[in-house]
């Protein structure tokens, strides 16, 4: 993709050149650049060939080596080496965890004080006060005062209708408990006399079907010439028949205070479910209407906050419109940007170091617990990474070579167009070998760098 991205750029230079003299000027005004004559190139070729090609062939094989030496982990080791290495990759993440978190707190120190800093730089241009953020938190800090008031007017309002809204709830509620309550009381006190009517009714008739039998029994004991055995045998038989009578009302009265307790249960549960439903259904009303005075507040907060807003954008705008044409200000904001910066960066190099220094200093230490020599992974990645870097800035010296060399033939045969690895290209010429050779006429000497730029294979 790379390689590509290279070649549509050397089209677009050599179709640049050829346009730059299709007015006749230059070495393009011969009937073959009429004639729209192509040529194309073969890149890879051409960088293959090139005199510093063996460097960046070095320079690959360099990367791939500490890249691979960089993954590896040492083999063969006892359990007391493999416990100091152990122990060596722990150290080194404990140490990178506290170089980042160092890093990260010197830069959080510094964009503080720069922030400060802009804040009462813009507050001295604009004669704003400084105490309150600069000029920025001073608006803000207005326009924040100002919001909080109309929310809080709001929540006041809010607040009033909902202790209103809440007190007739509770009015309501105790009203319906009461009526419950009453509703209840004379059922109850209906069905008591209901119970307490057939009781007796039914004590009468107990008593009515025995009584013929008492009065008989009764009128025997009147006789004195009873003797003790006859007199003792009606009194029993008198006593059985009460106490069969007796046992007969307690019976029935055992059923009516059963029957009196069910349905007490029965209609306290009616009440309980009636009164809840009427307690939901007021909650549910009460809800709905403070969503709804929410929602009204809103709207009419809306306008108020949208107009506030404004102002202050507006308020803004002209501040920061004031300071970007005040050449002294926008000098001055520079130099405490780039004092804040060299300030950061010279910490962080010296905690870039000291982190390598602390790096190497386990390694050696690890390495004489384990009796073998150990590897920092993480500064062969980066060794790594630096000679990539290097390689790409050869090669792009060498791509700026060849595109020179390309442009100068193009212009020398007038050639409208050179395409860079474009095979079968129709009647386009082959230069590759021109070129090439123009390359290897300059030598290694010619291979200084003439553009800086982060592309390559």
Do not use: W
């Not at 011969?30 to 004559?37: L, P």
């Amino acid at each position: 993709m790379r390689r590509l991205a290279l070649a549509a750029t050397l089209l677009l230079a050599i179709l640049a050149v050829g346009c730059s003299h299709q007015n006749g000027a230059g070495p393009f005004s011969g009937g073959a650049a009429r004639e729209g004559k192509v040529g194309y190139v073969d890149l890879d070729a051409v960088v293959a060939v090139h005199p510093l090609h063996s460097q960046l062939q070095a320079m690959q094989d360099q990367i791939a080596l500490l890249q691979q030496e960089s993954s590896l982990v040492p083999t063969g080791m006892t359990p007391e080496q493999n416990a100091a290495y152990q122990q060596l990759q722990a150290a080194l993440a404990d140490a990178e965890s506290k170089f980042q978190n160092d890093l990260g707190a010197r830069r959080a120190y510094y964009e503080q004080r720069e922030a400060q800093a802009i804040s009462q730089l813009q507050a001295s241009t604009l004669g704003a006060n400084s105490n309150a953020g600069g000029v920025l938190g001073g608006l803000q800090q207005q326009f924040g005062s100002q919001a909080r008031a109309m929310q809080q007017e709001a929540l006041t309002t809010l607040n009033n209708y909902r202790n209103g809204l809440f007190k007739q709830d509770t009015d309501h509620l105790r009203n319906v408990q009461q009526l419950i309550a009453a509703d209840v009381r004379g059922k109850l006190a209906q069905k008591a006399s209901q119970l307490s009517s057939a009781q007796t009714a039914y004590q009468v008739s107990v008593v009515k079907a025995d009584q013929e039998t008492k009065l008989n029994l009764q009128t025997k004991l009147q006789d004195l010439a009873l003797s003790d055995a006859q007199r003792a045998a009606y009194s029993a038989q008198l006593k059985a028949i009460e106490q069969a009578e007796q046992r007969k009302i307690d019976a029935r009265r055992a059923q009516g205070d059963a029957e009196m307790a069910q349905y007490e249960k029965q209609l306290q549960a009616q009440a309980s479910a009636r009164y809840e439903a009427e307690r939901k259904a007021t909650s549910d009303a009460t809800q709905a209407k403070l969503v709804a005075r929410q929602k009204q507040l809103q709207t009419e907060m809306q306008p108020q906050l949208t107009a506030l807003n404004g102002k202050f954008q507006t308020q803004l705008a002209a501040a920061n419109q004031k300071l970007a044409n005040n050449p002294k200000y926008q000098a001055q904001a520079q130099s405490v940007h780039q004092q804040m910066q060299s300030g950061y960066v010279g910490e962080a190099r010296k905690a870039s170091a000291a982190y390598e220094d602390t790096r190497k200093a386990l390694v050696e230490r690890y390495s004489a617990i384990a009796h073998m020599q150990f590897q920092d992974n993480q500064a062969l990645s980066a060794q790594a990474d630096q000679v990539a870097a290097e390689r790409r800035d050869l090669y792009q010296r060498i791509v700026a070579q060849v595109q020179s060399q390309i442009q100068d033939i193009a212009r020398s045969d007038g050639f409208a167009a050179v395409l860079t690895n474009v095979r079968g290209a129709g009647t386009a010429v082959d230069l590759t070998q021109r070129v090439e050779k123009a390359l290897a006429a300059l030598g290694t000497a010619t291979a200084s760098p003439t553009t800086t730029g982060s592309g390559g294979p």
